[in-house]
Structures are given as structure tokens and as C-alpha cells.
């Protein structure tokens, strides 16, 4: 799993303590790993345009382009409910800024993340390689396609950070058995929901209402 080198120097690390005991561990998120990530993941590093100490608050930060980071809360319930064990292979749509590539790449083997904006693809690679992060393979395209390319998928975990109004079948295609997906689902009305993948059968749930930028 990838190594940030800024994040045990956090300047702001009492920020990041008080967003995990007061946002999260508060409203019910309880895995000890994910609450570990975000206490050491630098969120400030990834919204540059925002205060240091606002990029912790309990909202969602605009990132340019039209894009935004999600609040922090919403970023944990989707992780949570993904369950990753430390040895799985997750697909990620929409890096954004990379913050929540980062926390993947904190929990996990390894990292594919696709984002559709060129100018926050580059931003959020140069960040994520400024802290260290080794285990994350970061390109521009479509989302509604996955990962295409032979040999990878399929993968253990899928995450989405912007809303289709349906699941794109790619991504259930590129699932792997037993694996589960999460990402927000909708247009007017949006839902996280949670997919997990039963041979030729997908269990789905709904999580909370959401509110997301659409898919590209």
C-alpha cells in the first residue's frame, strides 16, 4: 500500500482529528483503518483553492472545472461500504482532486482510477505523487467504460465519485464475483447505492441520498 511522505507531518493534523471523531466516528463510521486514513491523509493538500483549515469541514469544496470534493462523511460511508480487505484491487471513477485515491491507496493493494478532466487528472497525479503515493495508476477517460484494457479487471471493488443515471454495465461486467460496487446512482433524486456481485446476480441496496455531480 502506498506510503504518503507529507502525512505524518500534517500541519493540520488536529483538524483532521477533530473531522474523524466529530464527523465520522459521530454519525456511525467505525472501521479503524478507514478512520485511520483519514487522519493521515493531508485533505488540505488536494483543494488548494480553499483555506487549509476549511478543507476539513463537514461540506463539499468546489476543485474547478465544475467538480467537487465530496463531504468527508459521504467520501467514508461509501469506503465503508466496500469493505476492502488490504490485499484487494479497486477501480475508482472520477479521481476529482484525489483525495479519496488517496485514502483508497492507503487501504488497498493497488489503485486504477479514471477521471474525464484532463487539467484535475494531472493535478490530482502530481499531488498524489508528491506525497508518495506508488500504488496508483491514474488516467483521463471515460468512466462509463471502466478500465478497459485486457488484463486488468476484474476488480474487487468499484468506487464512483459522479452520478450515472444508470449503473453503466462495464462496470458491473468488470466486477468481480463476490465484489462490490458503490457509487451514486441517479438525476433529479440520486442514491449511494451498494452492488455486490453474485455470479450472473447483482444485489443492490440504497445507503442514503445523495447529491453528486452527473457523470461525464
Request: aromatic letters at 14%.
Given at each position: 500500500m502506498g506510503r504518503g511522505r507529507e502525512r505524518d507531518a500534517n500541519p493540520l493534523s488536529a483538524c483532521a482529528r477533530r473531522m474523524v471523531t466529530g464527523q465520522l466516528e459521530a454519525r456511525g463510521v467505525t472501521d479503524p483503518r478507514l478512520l485511520d486514513a483519514f487522519g493521515r491523509v493531508p485533505r488540505h493538500c488536494f483543494v488548494p483553492d480553499a483555506e487549509p483549515a476549511e478543507a476539513y469541514g463537514d461540506h463539499p469544496l468546489p476543485i474547478g472545472w465544475g467538480q467537487t470534493i465530496s463531504q468527508p462523511y459521504v467520501v467514508a460511508v461509501s469506503l465503508e461500504a466496500l469493505e476492502l480487505p488490504p490485499a484487494c484491487r479497486v477501480l475508482e471513477i472520477g479521481a476529482g482532486c484525489g483525495y479519496q485515491t488517496a485514502l483508497l491507496a492507503e487501504l488497498v493493494e493497488r489503485v486504477w482510477s479514471v477521471e474525464c478532466v484532463p487539467e484535475l487528472a494531472d493535478r490530482a497525479r502530481a499531488v498524489l505523487e508528491r506525497l508518495g503515493y506508488d500504488n496508483v495508476d491514474l488516467r483521463t477517460g471515460d468512466g462509463r467504460q471502466g478500465w478497459p484494457t485486457a488484463g486488468v479487471a476484474p476488480f474487487d471493488a468499484i468506487v464512483g465519485s459522479a452520478a450515472p443515471a444508470q449503473i453503466p454495465p462495464a462496470l458491473l461486467d468488470q466486477l468481480e464475483d463476490g465484489g462490490r460496487l458503490v457509487m451514486p446512482v441517479g438525476q433529479a433524486h440520486q442514491e449511494l447505492v451498494q452492488v455486490q456481485r453474485r455470479g450472473d446476480r447483482?444485489?443492490?441496496?440504497?445507503?442514503?441520498?445523495?447529491?453528486?455531480?452527473?457523470?461525464?
Open positions: 447483482y444485489d443492490r441496496r440504497n445507503l442514503l441520498p445523495v447529491r453528486f455531480v452527473p457523470m461525464r
